[in-house]
């Protein structure tokens, strides 16, 4: 994606809709898939809650079967404007978010999986998502791009 475009304030970033496109590689079976859709960051439900809500819903195609799939995360705000805490709807923490540079690494593990994500923003308008999921269960690539648009 060439060089990094650093983020001083990552919920003013990314409020607002988001086009996505997603790969899934199964690196042990070769098996590839794709998510196409729209990822909408808004504000909370309900009076008080700070941060942004992210909703993406699209259609997920895996070995030639389309399906609807959507998923809901929160982002919460960080100790400074450029970085967010991300947490899965039912608020269980997912990973920390920092793009003061531009660029983040993030964990999670999960059961005995560990999946590391690494965020790069390349303007204002375009950012990216690699995560790496390995374990016993899951040997995994999924690479999202995001374009600012409707």
């Known amino acids: 994606m060439g060089e990094f475009w ?7 970033y990314l409020a607002g809709s988001w086009r996505v496109r997603r790969t899934v590689r199964d690196l042990a079976s070769g098996a590839e898939g794709h998510f196409t859709g729209m990822t909408v960051f808004g504000p909370p439900e309900g009076a008080g809650h ?14 030639g079967v389309a399906r609807p799939a959507e998923r809901t995360l929160r982002f919460l705000p960080g100790a400074v404007p450029a970085a967010a805490f991300v947490r899965f709807s039912d608020g269980r923490p997912f990973h920390d978010l920092d793009l003061t540079t531009g660029r983040h690494i993030a964990d999670h593990p999960c059961s005995a999986d560990l999946y590391r994500g690494e965020f790069s923003v ?7 998502t690699v995560w790496r999921v390995g374990g016993p269960a899951k040997d995994l690539v999924l690479t999202t791009d995001y374009a600012r648009g409707d």
């Open 6 to 12: 650093p983020v001083p304030d990552v919920l003013s």
């Open 50 to 63: 700070a941060g942004l809500l992210h909703h993406e819903s699209g259609t997920f195609t895996w070995q």
């Open 122 to 128: 390349s303007s204002e308008d375009r950012w990216r």
